[in-house]
């Protein structure tokens, strides 16, 4: 019952401040909520599974990796590739890893693209029988704003297996989309990366940003017909970001408030409220009533129905009979109670 009632009452009580919270400067004398309705949560989880990470992780790693033999001097020998990182022809377009043998074999290549096998098997002639001395370096094409360019790493010492991760190739591929049933409510979602701004579109639901490391958060906003509207800074979780229905509070419970007018002492003597579906509340002039309502989203808050009964006061300051349940029309966060 207690963390129910916090959830209810905590967004007229309490206002994010510094990444915490703390308690609001306008909070009422008196706070009426309802236990009746349901309040949803949603929770949105991106999972991506690394074949790095999951060897790191390992007590024994060379139980899940084929056995690589050093080759005898003149003998064939596999060089390993794996890449790790997402191809995509709006964002790492492609990568192309050169491998120095130090033997006959000179120098391999191999090209990964999108839609291929993300792992490639090479060989090579071992020249002697010195240790294995080999280089490789990647070069990676990256869809910029401006167009494509071309990102080289330095050459680097390997074994007989090549990673390629965020770490060894010093990049980030960041995929970023919107639902489907998101473009129900905004005609577009943008989002600024840096000095990048992605634009998302029904007819573009899907973006790609490549940089050296990923940001913690990134500011969304959306464009409503009434104008744009920030949803703030969102967490990107890995490789990117989802924006879906959660995040524009499609569906979700609000508080709606229902506040009595200034002069209410000076024009009845007593107030009652019943919002449809709920109980009869007696309203005082320092009193607002917080009613839960599912709303179209964060930015379009429900049409509520409510109905008064009031004991009208005259200017003298003498009551009269009760009036009859009046049906009333309210719209917004905050409604004023009509009489």
Do not use: C
């Not at 308690?23 to 949803?40: E, F, I, K, R």
């Not at 709920?278 to 009533?289: K, N, S």
């Not at 930015?299 to 008064?308: A, D, Q």
Request: charged share 20%.
């Amino acid at each position: 019952m207690r963390p129910l009632l916090i959830q209810q009452l905590a967004p007229r009580l309490l206002t994010g401040e510094g990444g915490g919270w703390r308690l609001a400067d306008d909070v009422p004398a008196t706070l009426s909520t309802s236990l009746q309705l349901p309040h949803l949560q949603t929770q949105t989880l991106g999972l991506r599974w690394s074949w790095s990470d999951f060897l790191a992780g390992q007590p024994d790693p060379g139980r899940h990796l084929i056995e690589i033999q050093v080759p005898e001097p003149f003998a064939a020998a596999n060089l390993y590739i794996v890449n790790d990182l997402p191809l995509h022809p709006s964002g790492l377009a492609s990568l192309t890893v050169e491998v120095l043998t130090g033997g006959p074999s000179g120098q391999l290549h191999h090209e990964f693209r999108l839609d291929q096998p993300s792992s490639a098997r090479l060989s090579f002639i071992r020249e002697t029988y010195e240790e294995l001395s080999l280089r490789w370096r990647a070069k990676a094409i990256v869809m910029t704003a401006q167009g494509p360019t071309q990102v080289v790493t330095d050459w680097q010492s390997s074994s007989q297996m090549i990673e390629l991760t965020t770490a060894t190739i010093g990049l980030t591929p960041l995929r970023f989309t919107a639902v489907p049933e998101i473009f129900d409510h905004v005609s577009a979602v943008e989002m600024q990366i840096g000095r990048r701004r992605l634009i998302l579109t029904a007819d573009n639901p899907e973006a790609w940003a490549v940089g050296r490391s990923q940001p913690a958060t990134v500011a969304v906003s959306v464009q409503l017909p009434g104008g744009k509207e920030s949803l703030g800074d969102l967490d990107l979780g890995p490789g990117g970001l989802t924006v879906d229905l959660a995040d524009l509070g499609v569906g979700a419970m609000a508080p709606v408030t229902l506040h009595p007018p200034a002069n209410l002492q000076d024009r009845v003597a007593y107030l009652a409220v019943q919002v449809e579906q709920g109980p009869w509340r007696t309203i005082a002039p320092d009193t607002e009533l917080s009613w839960p309502m599912r709303w179209q989203n964060r930015f379009s808050p429900p049409s509520l129905t409510y109905y008064t009964r009031h004991v009208p006061r005259t200017e003298s300051g003498r009551t009269q009979i009760i009036t009859e349940p009046a049906t009333h029309q309210g719209s917004g966060r905050r409604i004023e109670i009509e009489i």
